[in-house]
Nanobody, 122 residues
């Protein structure tokens, strides 16, 4: 059974950095696309970034503006999201999800973690 467990969230001040982790199990890690999504209170879930573990392709939402970096450690079956210069607008629950295609729409992703809270205060 595929499982994803997020960690690394927390309460930080604007301008600080955080690194989120997504530990995967139950599937062949290198065959899939792993994405990070976020959902702020009262807003729809939106994709932040994805990485295609088959070929290393990455994609970022426009709002990332070069401040986030997604990476994958195939020896640990873990995907990371390094976030620098966090803004209060980044406050949300961050989820990782696994899928088979490189798409932005959350409907393409099959298995989800339970999320980790990121709060950036001004």
């Amino acid at each position: 059974e595929a499982q994803l467990v997020e960690s690394g969230g927390g309460l930080v001040q604007a301008g600080d950095s955080l690194r989120l982790s997504c530990a995967a199990s139950g599937f062949t890690f290198t065959d899939y696309v792993i994405a990070w999504f976020r959902q702020a209170p009262g807003k729809q879930r939106e994709q932040v970034s994805y990485i295609n573990n088959k070929n290393g392709e990455t994609h970022y939402a426009d709002f990332v503006e070069g401040r986030f970096t997604i990476s994958s450690d195939n020896t640990k079956d873990t995907v990371y999201l390094q976030m620098i210069n966090l803004k209060p607008q980044a406050t949300a629950v961050y989820y990782c999800a696994v899928g088979v295609v490189t798409r932005v729409d959350a409907r393409w992703f099959e298995t989800w973690g339970t999320g980790t809270q990121v709060t950036a205060t001004s």
